[in-house]
């Protein structure tokens, strides 16, 4: 029978305090059930460091050889010795080609021998006016005569100069016959080989000798550093690092990977490229054994000062949201929780950011973690993965 002060019939009312029951979370005896307890959540943390950091320039360039030589030849002839190989190491002086000399030597005896007529000629021409000059002194010659004899020893003299000067030429000719390396370096590919014939100052070179220690390192860096740079390096030599990419990071704290050297900086230009704005510089790379090759990629960076007191935290503890960067900082002693921190970053690198404002030196800051953290959050700190392993 249904009750007409109810829509739902007598077995649905029996049934439905169940339901609410159930329902409301609430027992049988009428305890309110707690909700679970969320876990705090795992980070690995890190110290905000205060120290003295270098400033330094980051940019890009290119290793060059400081001098670079195309070996051409200043005679004709044909190549009969080239006593050494490709891509080989030479020092200045060493003998590079021999050309075919034979015709220079039979020319320059040929002008030895004139050389010896000429002397000859001039011994008796020095004789004759000899005599014709203590002839005039005493009346037995006329001035024509001594005027001849005086006019034929200028020729004889003048003949002789020349046979010495042509004899200067082709013993220069006979040298040039002999090519050697004008520095030391490493030569590359022989454009000529063994027996060709080669033409004097021909457009294309023999071989080319690249110097391998030291070598230069050029590269540009934007015109608002310029001011900066002449500053510092009116009070010392400014150092100049770099790294071969991939092979490994250049830090804030200016480190060196195993693959990277430091020189010293050499020259600036005297102008600023208006096409892009920057300044081109260039340093000298020390490079014995000859690590290096001219013309490899590399990264740079250029030593200004050093920053005292400056705030230090690792790289991988920056984030960033639609409101800029920020970091989690771990606050309190027992119960531990992440406050999200708004921060300004002065510079960073792979390795470290420079804080200009946000931290503080000695704070705790989350590296690994954090894409799971809210301001807030309750947070268990566990040791990073080297400090396990040495405890």
């Known amino acids: ?120 000629q001039l011994e008796l021409a020095r004789s004759q006016e000899k005599r014709r000059k203590e002839l005039l002194r005493t009346k037995a010659a006329s001035d024509d005569q001594y005027d001849t004899s005086k006019a034929a020893l200028i020729v004889a003299e003048a003949n002789v100069l020349a046979d010495e000067a042509a004899m200067r030429n082709m013993e220069l ?40 220690d030291p070598l230069c390192l050029g590269f540009s860096v934007p015109e608002r550093h310029l001011p900066t740079i002449l500053e510092q390096q009116a009070k010392r030599a400014l150092p100049v690092t770099f790294q071969i990419p991939e092979a490994g990071s250049l830090g804030v704290s200016g480190e060196v990977g195993t693959l990277g050297g430091e020189g010293r900086l050499t020259w600036i230009d005297n102008s600023v490229d208006a096409s892009t704005g920057t300044v081109p510089l260039q340093a000298s790379i020390p490079n014995p054994g000859g690590r290096f090759w001219p013309g490899q990629f590399v990264q740079v960076r250029l030593g200004l000062y050093d920053q005292e007191g400056a705030i230090v935290v690792p790289t991988q503890a920056l984030q960033s949201n639609s409101k800029g960067r920020f970091l989690f900082v771990v606050k309190g002693e027992k119960e531990k929780s992440a406050e999200l921190r708004p921060i300004t970053v002065d510079r960073e690198d792979e390795r470290e950011a420079v804080i200009k404002a946000g931290v503080e030196g000695g704070e705790e800051v989350v590296v690994i973690g954090q894409w799971r953290l809210t301001n807030g959050a309750k947070v268990e700190v566990k040791p990073a993965a080297g400090k396990a392993e040495r405890s």
């Open 1 to 120: 029978m249904m009750n007409r002060l109810s829509p739902f019939p007598l077995r649905c009312r029996r049934i439905l305090p169940v339901a609410f029951l159930a329902l409301s979370g609430c027992s049988a005896s009428g305890e309110v059930k707690a909700p679970p307890k969320v876990p705090p959540v795992l980070v690995v943390t890190a110290k905000a460091e205060r120290k003295s950091v270098p400033v330094r320039v980051l940019t890009q360039g290119h290793l060059e050889a400081c001098a670079k030589v195309e070996v051409k030849s200043r005679i004709d002839g044909e190549i009969v010795e080239m006593p050494f190989a490709e891509g080989a190491e030479v020092k200045a002086g060493q003998l590079l080609y021999r050309i075919d000399d034979r015709t220079f030597s039979s020319q320059l005896a040929m002008l030895k021998a004139n050389l010896r007529r000429d002397q000859g």
């Open 173 to 212: 000719n006979l040298d040039y016959a002999r090519i050697r390396a004008p520095i030391s370096g490493r030569v590359g590919h022989q454009f000529l080989k063994l027996g060709s014939l080669v033409k004097a100052n021909d457009t294309s070179p023999l071989v080319t000798i690249h110097q391998m």
